[in-house]
């Protein structure tokens, strides 16, 4: 079993719709990261999150650490989110490693 | 600031030679991390430097990897001899601080390796 798990794995929305992506962990940690790669495959860092929500633009990204568990939230979605979705948890054994998830890849039609 | 510069963008090579991977890093970032994409493993780290000094190299996979930063503004990541296996996307990163300490990774352009 993996130690990063995301669902789903691949999601299609239309534009306009609100989109959760979900990330699930087991180790303990002691931050958690939301990576965007584009299609050309240029990696953004989103967020970091050690406790509670943060929000950036259409973006929300919320943490629950006792139930080690994350979501990624896109609200009005629109084709250019279109793009894989990466959750990562640093290590609990060197907090300078990050444990990666497989990724999300999120398609938005017009 | 230009980013994280890695470079070349794209290598292709054939089994046995030499692969130098290069990247500059944001200057004023005293964090520097090498990973290795692939459609099998996803993401991982390969080796991280701070200030200069590899911290965390068990990410390496063999001897033929090798990784040196000289100064703040550079750092190399050599395979030798290089291995079909070896094909995969290699991104240099960049922070400010320690990961730890609530910082975000910046992330070059990739280099799309293949070894034939």
């Known amino acids: 079993k993996n130690e990063v798990e995301q669902s789903p794995q691949n999601l299609t929305a239309q534009e306009g719709e609100f989109i959760t992506i979900n990330c699930s962990y087991s180790?303990?940690?002691?931050?958690l990261h939301w990576l965007q790669q584009h299609p050309g495959g240029g990696i953004v860092s989103l967020f970091m999150?050690?406790?509670g929500k943060k929000k950036h633009g259409r973006l929300i990204a919320t943490i629950n650490i006792q139930e080690k568990h994350s979501s990624l939230h896109i609200t009005a979605s629109h084709p250019r989110d279109s793009a894989v979705y990466i959750c990562a948890v640093t290590s609990p054994y060197n907090t300078d490693k990050l444990i990666f998830g497989t990724g999300t890849r999120l398609q938005v039609f017009p | 600031d230009a980013g994280v510069i890695q470079s070349p963008r794209h290598e292709v090579t054939e089994m046995g030679q030499e692969v130098t991977l290069r990247c500059k890093p944001i200057?004023?970032?005293?964090?520097l991390f090498w990973y290795r994409q692939t459609m099998m493993r996803g993401l991982e780290l390969l080796i991280y430097f701070n200030n200069n000094v590899p911290i965390d190299d068990s990410g390496m996979p063999e001897d033929r990897f090798s990784a040196k930063m000289p100064n703040a503004s550079f750092s190399t990541l050599k395979i030798q001899p290089s291995e079909p296996r070896d094909s995969a996307v290699y991104f240099c990163a960049s922070s400010s601080q320690r990961l730890a300490t609530n910082e975000k990774l910046f992330f070059g352009s990739g280099t799309q390796l293949s070894v034939l």
């Open positions: 180790v303990g940690i002691s931050a």
């Open positions: 200057s004023g970032h005293n964090s």
């Open positions: 999150l050690s406790s």
